[in-house]
């Protein structure tokens, strides 16, 4: 029994010590609110459930079990980040089951911890997303309950900070500094296949015209339902407008709530399916059989469920399953957080396959026959010609030349069919998402650009989707997010996109949780 007590604070102390992504300067930190109200008392119920036989109803510990509140608690995770705190839960408990919640769960978890120490909720959840929390510091809180900004870390810091108990811990520069992003526009250029116009005065960032009209009330759906977070929007055949929204929330799991919606060429709701199908929504393709191709971007082991690519037909038949339901890997049979899916007209299957930023996690575009047989895989991690961090969504031109949103490398890159590399493109924004309609027109979706030091750093770009010909690389209108603060958060305006055959241009939110249609003016 004493083996299978889950010390979770002990694997979080020695974590802390251990290493860790650090916040940089502007950072948003645990005292500004990175929780809400709801998500603490839903997670209140989960740590009952799950945690408090080892920690405590009062999370002040239990025998081999650490208390989870108070100094030498926070004190272990000061100068770290709340991502590396939620990953540390994410993977140690239960201990005899790691993982066995889901990321929401995990989230009202840290949730419940978050304010039994005093930092307070704010009017967004948390979200579940590792990359989005490591923009997050994790501080002492402030007597009275006061939030304060977090405090500078300096690019060229190199003292060393005490630990508990003395130990030293490195200081760490803040994540991506201005070294890093030399580093890829040296990259960039080494690759000798950077676009000729991506210097072009014509594309200076967030310069161009807004020709758009946006409409964020286009979509009617049915009493008492409400749009969740969202990164996947798609049109089919007959100008129907496809959905795959996360339940109202930010994870379907244990939701009775269909996420596919249907809507028609006027945003009427049709209909809606998937229920207990989909984890986590978090690309979806419509190919010329208008079957929907949906990535499942989370997994539940014990469920066995997520990290699948699903293909429906527009009844709500699934029709095939890729991937290994409820595992994680890096072999032809098995994906770890995919990102995006794209059909070929030829019938190749194309999956994007890795969340996660950084070494050691996957950073690969895979290529699979009509029948999905697996043909090959190109691409790993890094910041060279052809490597990716974070391949985060796909698109195709006229010529069937493969586009990959590279996000954390802040570029788009086009390939053959094969993987050979043919372009990079730096003045489309950091991709979160990227479509190309019939004429070669790429619409990219920028929901992450920061100017302060931390998540998203890319000083002097801003929120919004930008319009250009593939052909000659100009970007010729822009429409900004409309966040009137968006580097105080990890996410804003669409990360999902598509357009009509009319111009109109869809984008799905999952900051603001809604599906925004622009038409021009």
């Not at 769960?105 to 978890?109: L, V």
């Not at 977070?229 to 996947?232: H, T, Y």
């Not at 994870?251 to 249907?262: Q, Y």
């Not at 527009?314 to 399953?321: A, D, E, I, Q, V």
């Given at each position: 029994?004493r083996n299978r007590i889950?010390v979770?604070?002990?694997?979080?102390?020695?974590?802390?010590?251990?290493?860790g992504?650090a916040?940089?300067q502007?950072?948003?930190?645990?005292?500004?609110?990175?929780?809400?109200?709801?998500?603490?008392q839903?997670?209140?119920d989960q740590?009952?459930a799950?945690c408090?036989a080892?920690?405590g109803?009062?999370?002040t510990?239990?025998g081999?079990?650490?208390?989870?509140?108070g100094?030498e608690?926070?004190?272990?995770?000061?100068?770290?980040?709340?991502?590396?705190?939620f990953e540390?839960i994410?993977?140690?408990?239960p201990?005899?089951n790691?993982?066995?919640l889901?990321?929401g769960?995990?989230?009202?978890?840290l949730s419940?911890i978050?304010k039994?120490n005093?930092?307070?909720?704010?009017?967004?959840e948390?979200?579940?997303?590792?990359?989005?929390l490591?923009?997050?510091?994790?501080?002492?809180?402030?007597p009275?309950?006061?939030?304060?900004?977090a405090?500078?870390?300096?690019?060229?810091?190199?003292a060393?900070?005490?630990?508990?108990?003395?130990?030293?811990?490195?200081?760490?520069?803040p994540?991506?500094?201005?070294?890093?992003l030399?580093?890829?526009?040296?990259?960039?250029?080494?690759s000798?296949?950077?676009?000729a116009?991506?210097n072009?005065?014509?594309?200076?960032?967030?310069?161009?015209?807004?020709p758009?009209v946006?409409n964020?009330?286009?979509?009617k759906?049915p009493?008492?339902r409400?749009f969740g977070?969202?990164?996947?929007v798609?049109?089919?055949?007959?100008?129907h407008?496809?959905?795959?929204?996360?339940c109202?929330a930010n994870?379907?799991?244990?939701?009775?709530?269909?996420?596919?919606?249907?809507f028609?060429?006027?945003?009427?709701?049709?209909k809606?399916?998937?229920?207990?199908m989909?984890?986590?929504?978090?690309?979806l393709?419509?190919?010329?059989?208008d079957?929907?191709?949906?990535?499942?971007?989370h997994?539940?082991a014990?469920?066995?469920?997520?990290n699948?690519?699903l293909?429906?037909d527009?009844?709500?038949?699934?029709?095939?399953?890729m991937?290994?339901?409820?595992?994680?890997?890096?072999d032809?049979?098995?994906?770890?957080?995919?990102?995006?899916?794209?059909?070929?007209?030829?019938g190749?299957?194309?999956?994007a396959d890795g969340?996660?930023?950084?070494?050691?996690?996957?950073?690969?575009?895979?290529?699979?026959?009509?029948?999905?047989?697996?043909?090959?895989q190109?691409g790993?991690?890094?910041?060279?010609?052809?490597q990716?961090?974070?391949p985060?969504?796909?698109?195709?031109?006229s010529k069937?030349?493969?586009y990959v949103?590279d996000r954390?490398?802040n570029?788009?890159q086009?390939f053959?069919?094969?993987g050979?590399?043919l372009?990079?493109y730096?003045?489309?924004?950091?991709?979160?998402g990227?479509?190309?309609?019939?004429n070669?027109i790429?619409y990219s979706t920028?929901s992450e650009?920061?100017?302060?030091?931390g998540?998203?750093?890319?000083?002097?770009w801003?929120?919004?989707?930008?319009?250009?010909?593939?052909k000659?690389?100009i970007?010729?209108a822009?429409?900004?997010?409309t966040?009137?603060?968006?580097?105080?958060?990890?996410t804003?305006?669409?990360e999902?996109?598509?357009?009509?055959?009319?111009?109109?241009?869809?984008?799905?939110?999952v900051?603001?949780?809604?599906i925004v249609?622009?038409?021009?003016k």
């Open positions: 029994m889950a979770l604070a002990s694997a979080l102390a020695l974590f802390a010590v251990a290493g992504a916040w940089g502007g950072a948003a930190s645990v005292l500004n609110g990175a929780y809400t109200d709801a998500q603490a839903r997670g209140a740590f009952s799950h408090a080892c920690h109803s009062g999370l510990g239990n081999e079990a650490p208390a989870l509140v100094g608690f926070i004190s272990n995770w000061a100068g770290l980040t709340l991502g590396d705190l540390r994410r993977t140690t408990m201990q005899d790691p993982g066995k889901s990321r769960q995990y989230a009202e978890i419940f978050l039994s005093g930092y307070p909720a704010g009017q967004k948390m979200d579940t997303r590792t990359e989005f490591k923009a997050v510091a994790f501080v002492p809180p402030v009275g309950g006061h939030a304060q900004a405090p500078a870390a300096p690019a060229a810091q190199t060393q900070a005490a630990g508990p108990g003395g130990q030293a811990r490195p200081a760490r520069p994540m991506f500094p201005p070294a890093d030399k580093a890829l526009d040296a990259a960039n250029q080494a000798g296949v950077l676009s116009t991506a072009d005065p014509r594309n200076a960032p967030n310069a161009q015209p807004n758009y946006s964020e009330q286009f979509f759906l009493d008492g409400k977070s969202s990164s996947s798609a049109v089919d055949s007959k100008g407008i496809w959905v795959a929204e996360r109202g994870n379907c799991a244990g939701s009775p709530v269909n996420p596919v919606v249907e028609d060429a006027k945003g009427n709701y049709i809606s399916f998937g229920a207990g989909i984890l986590f929504p978090h690309s393709f419509i190919d010329k059989k079957h929907l191709w949906i990535a499942d971007g997994v539940d014990a469920a066995k469920k997520g699948v690519v293909e429906f527009t009844s709500g038949k699934l029709l095939r399953t991937g290994t339901p409820g595992a994680s890997g890096n032809s049979k098995t994906f770890n957080e995919p990102n995006s899916v794209l059909v070929a007209p030829n190749n299957i194309f999956i969340h996660e930023a950084g070494p050691g996690h996957n950073a690969r575009v895979m290529k699979f026959d009509s029948k999905g047989n697996f043909i090959k190109w790993d991690h890094g910041i060279g010609g052809g990716f961090d974070v985060h969504t796909l698109a195709m031109d069937g030349n493969l949103g954390w490398n570029r788009i086009s053959t069919q094969d050979k590399l372009k990079i730096t003045q489309f924004g950091r991709p979160s990227i479509y190309i309609d019939k070669d790429l920028d650009s920061r100017s302060p030091m998540y998203g750093y890319h000083p002097g801003k929120r919004g989707i930008r319009i250009g010909s593939v000659d690389g970007v010729t822009f429409i900004p997010d966040d009137p603060n968006p580097d105080a958060g990890a804003s305006g669409g999902g996109i598509w357009a009509d055959n009319k111009g109109n241009v869809y984008s799905a939110q900051g603001q949780r809604n249609r622009y038409a021009k």
